[in-house]
């Protein structure tokens, strides 16, 4: 519609101007060529018309002041003796000069006026009127062109813009179709990537998005069955054990004491693994205790103490190493339990007659715990795994030294918590070591 308009009413205002200037002019040389008449009467008005040069204008009328016709060219319907009522004589004759112009039914109608002055005597008018219909055909050509030009236009936007949106609906329906498979629980369903524009960004951030999600289901649901599968096992050998002592007809005392201290123990792994659990579970919830600046040492030496028993007992050497000023942010109890799950396995991994030692010290701004043991190691393909939940090397030997299969799993947790990192390595001179890495806290940081 701008497009149409705004240019139409532009020529529209050029071709008002350019007749207002071409009328004027011409009447006002008419005006001033009779202005030599004392006054104006039909013949000395048709003497001197007669020698104005052909102005092209439809139609001249000269009137006297009175605003009778005392000229008209045109011959055939002569209007000479009426009198001229129209807007622009009258203000001729007022002294005025006088111009209207309109556009109607495919011609510009345009009137002009101006007096005709005797020593400054208004003594007549000179009118006139111009019917025009071939500017007007040329801006009725230029206005259909226009049409047609914005006709065109829109029907290649119409077109251009409804091929577009189609693609675009199309990669958003695909989209959404993902989306909704994914929330059914289709997480296997990826959205087709397209181009390069922001819909293809967002459907290849929807694809991390369910990769990730894929993922955490799948960790999901091995963690529910493998913790099941764990807490299967000692239910299924008590049930058995009481089956045995139920069924067994004039079972001695001796026997039922030992099958029902067998039940002990296979309740005793089930309260293990289920505090595992817990703790696994609170890890994961991030509900943690308020952290404080905790010097590892005294928890190292309470941890040893608590262990020179078991050790002893296999006749397994351990010694510690540390340094003083090794301040972390942690809990007690936290500190407690990563040091005790890792020289606990390095106590049950190592043969009798073996060697644990641990070493704690701080260096730039990180405090290390390193947990050195020269049992039977780790072979290399394990290594990165040791740390997944329920995740073993060995099944049977860690069932029967009473592992849960979750204790490096929150070492790792806990540890990770508080911004530190743990690694398992193989010491070339064999046997295993678990190294973990915290930021050094400082003082300043303790709370009361
Ligand atoms: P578990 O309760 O079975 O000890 P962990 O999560 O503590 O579970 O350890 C996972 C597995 O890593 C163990 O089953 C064992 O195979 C291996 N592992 C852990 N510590 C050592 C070590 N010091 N030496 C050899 N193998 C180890």
């Known amino acids: 519609m701008l497009m149409n308009t705004y240019p139409l009413l532009v020529s529209e205002d050029l071709v008002f101007r350019s007749k207002q200037s071409t009328m004027q002019d011409s009447v006002t040389v008419i005006a001033s060529s009779l202005a030599g008449l004392e ?20 139609r001249i ?48 109608r345009s009137r002009s006026a101006a007096p ?34 914005s006709l065109l236009i829109a029907a290649v936007v119409l077109v251009l813009s409804a091929v577009l949106s189609r693609a675009l609906t199309r990669q958003i329906s695909e989209l959404l179709s993902a989306i909704r498979s994914v929330r059914e629980g289709a997480y296997g369903r990826r959205a087709v990537v397209r181009g390069r524009d922001e819909l293809a960004e967002i459907s290849q951030e929807f694809n991390s998005l369910t990769d990730r999600l894929q993922k955490t289901e799948e960790a999901r649901r091995r963690f529910v069955s ?60 991030g509900l943690m205790q308020q952290a404080t600046v905790v010097d590892v040492l005294p928890v190292l030496q309470q941890v040893l103490r608590m262990m020179e ?6 006749d397994i050497t351990l010694t510690y190493e540390a340094g003083e000023g090794c301040l972390v942010c942690s809990t007690r109890d936290e500190l407690h339990q990563v040091i005790y799950n890792l020289v606990d396995n390095a106590i049950k991994y190592s043969g009798t007659g073996g060697r644990t030692q641990v070493k704690l010290f701080c260096r730039e701004s990180r405090v290390t715990l390193a947990v050195e043991d020269d049992g039977v190691g780790i072979p290399e393909e394990d290594l990165p795994k040791v740390f997944d939940r329920f995740y073993r090397v060995d099944k049977a030997r860690s069932r029967a030294a009473g592992g849960t299969g979750l204790g490096l799993a929150i070492v790792r947790d806990t540890v990770e918590r508080r911004g530190g990192t743990v690694e ?10 678990f190294t973990v890495r915290w930021p050094l806290a400082r003082r300043e940081e303790e709370t009361p």
Do not use: C, W
Request: net charge negative; proline share 2%; glycine share 6%.
């Open 116 to 149: 005709v002055l005797y020593q400054n005597q208004v003594i007549g008018a000179v009118y006139a009127y111009e019917y025009d219909t071939e500017q007007a055909s040329l801006l009725k050509g230029f206005q259909s062109n226009l049409r047609n030009i």
């Open 39 to 58: 006054t104006l009467t039909e013949e000395n008005v048709k003497q001197a018309m007669a020698v104005v040069e052909e102005t092209g204008i439809s």
């Open 226 to 285: 493998d913790a099941s599968h764990e807490l299967k096992t000692p239910l299924a050998a008590i049930q058995l054990l009481t089956d045995s002592i139920l069924q067994t007809e004039n079972i001695d005392p001796a026997t039922t004491k030992e099958f029902v201290a067998d039940i002990g123990q296979e309740a005793q792994r089930l309260t293990r693994i289920t505090e595992d659990l817990l703790q696994l579970t609170r890890l994961d919830s």
């Open 61 to 108: 009328l000269v009137t006297d002041e009175s605003g009778r016709i005392l000229y008209d060219t045109r011959e055939t319907g002569s209007s000479v003796g009426e009198y001229a009522v129209y807007t622009e004589v009258v203000l001729a004759l007022t002294g005025n000069d006088a111009f209207s112009i309109s556009y109607q039914g495919g011609a510009f």
């Open 309 to 314: 028993l078991v050790a002893t007992e296999r």
């Open 424 to 433: 398992a390595d193989n010491r070339p001179e064999g046997g295993a070591v």
